[in-house]
């Protein structure tokens, strides 16, 4: 019996824009490894008539970023009644955006860093809260806009009001917190393994960081304690769940033992549309745990639905 037709969603318009690409293609080529009949559709404006033309048996959404990620696309493809991967409309949307993500984690009892929204005009010549702290976007992935206030800074970062800004005029100031940044995937309603990443070269786990080779170290698995790990785990899958996910997500923590093996565990997101490139962390993960990347991939085409 041939295999199903699986139109492969990348590129698109987002800042995310190159990590799409990268991860879309390498998924298009593993999928025709495992005998799909593949297209490559790099999305713009008129993916609806496209993908109304294609009528595929799948949709792999490798998109990611603002249309990609947030809910706009998957409700395109609920409207078309095409099966897609990772989450459904109010989970993608909800993840999306940091601050509301944060709300219902909280509510669900997983530790998040005190923050605040404000508009970024707001942000004068006065900090927002006591340095250190955070300045991100609401709605961007890949660090995009993230920047770091350090304790000794006398003023806000000068960047978040100038022209060149182009990451909304929303943001989010969160608490910094110190230590050592981990990562878990969830596959279904399986918690995979936990790893720590350490970046080289740079201050934190930035653009670069994930996506240029060399960028960053992954510890896979990451070497705590065995407690924190699996504290990990059920964190993360315990985030999927509360948030309404479906599919592979991953979500990331800051864990800082500094003072103590028990130390302070903090989730900061859940990313709904985890990057799928030859340096990212899901693969990584899935094969950790048997899992080759054709085989993950497979597992996603075969668990794509609508209303999700």
């Known amino acids: 019996m041939a295999k199903k037709h699986v139109a492969v969603l990348l590129g698109g318009f987002s800042s995310e824009r190159p990590v799409s690409l990268s991860s879309g293609n390498a998924c298009a080529d593993a999928l025709e490894g495992e005998g799909y009949r593949v297209t490559r559709v790099d999305v713009d404006h008129d993916l609806g008539r496209v993908l109304a033309e294609l009528r595929p048996d799948a949709a792999f959404n490798a998109l990611h970023g603002p249309f990609g990620e ?57 900090h927002p809260m006591k340095p250190p702290y955070v300045v991100k976007p609401v709605n961007e992935g890949s660090s995009f ?7 000794d800074q006398p ?9 060149d800004w182009k990451y909304g005029d ?8 110190h230590g050592r940044e981990l990562t878990c995937a969830v596959m279904g309603d399986v918690a995979l393994g936990v790893t720590e990443i350490v970046p080289v070269g740079h201050s934190f786990y930035d653009y670069d960081a994930k996506y240029v080779a060399g960028g960053s170290k992954h510890e ?26 479906r599919g592979v997500t991953r979500s990331d923590f800051r864990y800082d033992d500094r003072h103590s093996e028990n130390g302070e565990l903090i989730w900061l997101e859940v990313n709904t549309q985890p990057g799928m490139t030859p340096t990212s962390l899901v693969p990584e993960l899935a094969a950790h745990a048997g899992h080759g990347f054709g085989e993950l991939l497979r597992w996603m085409v075969e668990d794509a639905s609508c209303l999700r």
């Open 170 to 177: 929303t943001v989010m100031v969160e608490r910094f917190v």
């Open 155 to 163: 003023h806000p970062p000068q960047v978040i009001q100038s022209h």
């Open 220 to 245: 896979c698995p990451a070497k705590i304690s065995p407690n924190i790990y699996q504290k990990i785990q059920t964190l993360a899958l315990k985030a999927h769940q509360a948030i309404g996910c």
């Open 70 to 126: 947030d809910g706009k696309v998957q409700g395109i493809l609920e409207y078309l009644e095409i099966p897609y991967t990772h989450s459904g409309v109010l989970a993608s949307a909800l993840a999306m955006d940091k601050e509301k993500a944060k709300l219902v984690a909280r509510a669900s009892g997983i530790p998040v860093a005190e923050s605040k929204i404000r508009n970024r005009f707001e942000i004068g010549s006065r």
């Open 145 to 151: 806009g993230v920047v770091i206030v350090k304790a």
